[in-house]
């Protein structure tokens, strides 16, 4: 069964502070897997995409991670700000002659002063 | 630029009546796909069009049908609503689709409320 799992479901972390967010998914055949940052009550905003051939991926603060292998992503967030509080999901698409999106339940996470 | 557009922002609907939902894309963008997102079921994809073609289809029933116009904006519609049918769907456009490694831009989205 093609499956998206995210963990942990939520976090708590003060300001300044580095965390990761993991992404394990057990999809076949693999196109490409997003993350997205989403705040409450706005549409998910694109963080990173990639491939099958990437295994890193940056975007300021944010950096994801892909092991195609195990299938696994994670996404880390380097000093974090008040601003990053917010749930972030992990998206990945397969290609079965059409694609299929499937969505991680998300990682909401907290900032804390 | 202008981002991707939806209208209305919130709508409130009976059991048994119809609604459609309009998306605006981001101008040159041929591709708009439909989400709906509920507090139990999280994110789901409805469907995807291209080029006035829907391209892809997500599970869900019939009752839930889209176009898309020569202009790229698109509509959703959605029949015979039902209670479960409250969520905040989504829309996103991009310039070649989701099977694409090019980035999706998602709208504030429309706020459905069945009762």
């Known amino acids: 069964k093609n499956q998206v799992e995210q963990s942990p479901q939520s976090l708590i972390i003060l300001e300044g502070k580095n965390c990761t967010l993991q992404?394990?998914?057990?999809?076949?055949?693999?196109?490409?897997l997003r993350w997205y940052k989403q705040d409450t009550g706005r549409g998910p905003v694109s963080l990173t995409i990639m491939t099958f051939s990437e295994n890193t991926k940056s975007n300021g603060r944010y950096t994801a991670t892909l092991d195609a292998d195990t299938k696994q992503s994670s996404l880390h967030i380097t000093a974090s700000q008040l601003s990053d509080s917010a749930s972030y999901i992990c998206?990945?698409?397969?290609?079965?002659?059409?694609?299929?999106?499937?969505f991680g339940a998300g990682t909401r996470l907290f900032v804390k002063a | 630029k202008a981002g991707v557009t939806q209208t209305p922002r919130y709508l409130i609907k009976t059991r048994g009546q119809q609604v459609t939902l309009s998306c605006s894309p981001i101008s040159g963008h041929r591709s708009v796909s439909w989400y709906q997102q509920t507090p139990g079921q999280g994110l789901q994809f409805l469907f995807e069009?291209?080029?006035?073609?829907?391209?892809n289809k997500g599970n869900f029933p019939g009752r839930f049908s889209g176009r898309q116009f020569s202009n790229s904006r698109s509509e959703m519609n959605v029949s015979t609503l039902e209670l479960g049918d409250s969520a905040l769907y989504l829309c996103a456009s991009s310039s070649q689709g989701q099977g694409v490694t090019d980035t999706q831009y998602f709208g504030p989205g429309t706020r459905l409320t069945v009762l």
């Open positions: 069009y291209f080029s006035e073609t829907q391209r």
């Open positions: 992404c394990n998914y057990t999809v076949s055949p693999f196109s490409n």
């Open positions: 998206v990945v698409t397969l290609n079965t002659g059409g694609f299929k999106t499937i």
